[in-house]
């Protein structure tokens, strides 16, 4: 399995940028295809995006296209996710996760996963 561990979360206000990365450490980044989700309190996880493991496909939730685009960088073993035009409802913890299976959107098709890091957007 990869290991994942995910960073640049924060407080930002509405309408301002983050970019979360996701580091990648264990068996070859370059093999998985990654994809990023986030939770909310109460709410279950949903997809926000995801990118094939040569960077050719990439997929984003109706919420975010537009704003967000995803990259990797396979020598440097990470993935990113660059976040903007903030809005509250993005509140939530993102994870970033590893499958085998291209193109898929489910996370129970992910089977490695990061720790999160929280992003909060305040009004």
């Known amino acids: 399995q990869v290991q994942l561990v995910e960073s640049g979360g924060g407080l930002v206000q509405a309408g301002g940028s983050l970019r979360l990365s996701c580091a990648a450490s264990?068996?070859?980044?370059?093999?998985?295809?990654m994809g990023w989700f986030r939770q909310a309190p109460g709410k279950e996880r949903e997809f926000v995006s995801s990118?094939?493991?040569?960077?050719?496909?990439?997929r984003y939730a109706d919420s975010v296209k537009g704003r967000c685009t995803v990259s990797r960088d396979n020598a440097g073993n990470t993935l990113y996710l660059q976040m903007n035009s903030l809005k509250p409802e993005a509140t939530a913890v993102y994870y970033c996760?590893?499958?085998?299976?291209?193109?898929?959107?489910?996370?129970?098709?992910?089977?490695?996963w990061g720790q999160g890091t929280q992003v909060t957007v305040s009004s």
């Open positions: 990118i094939s493991m040569n960077g050719a496909l990439t």
């Open positions: 996760a590893a499958t085998s299976l291209y193109g898929t959107t489910r996370w129970t098709d992910f089977r490695s």
């Open positions: 264990g068996r070859a980044f370059k093999n998985y295809h």
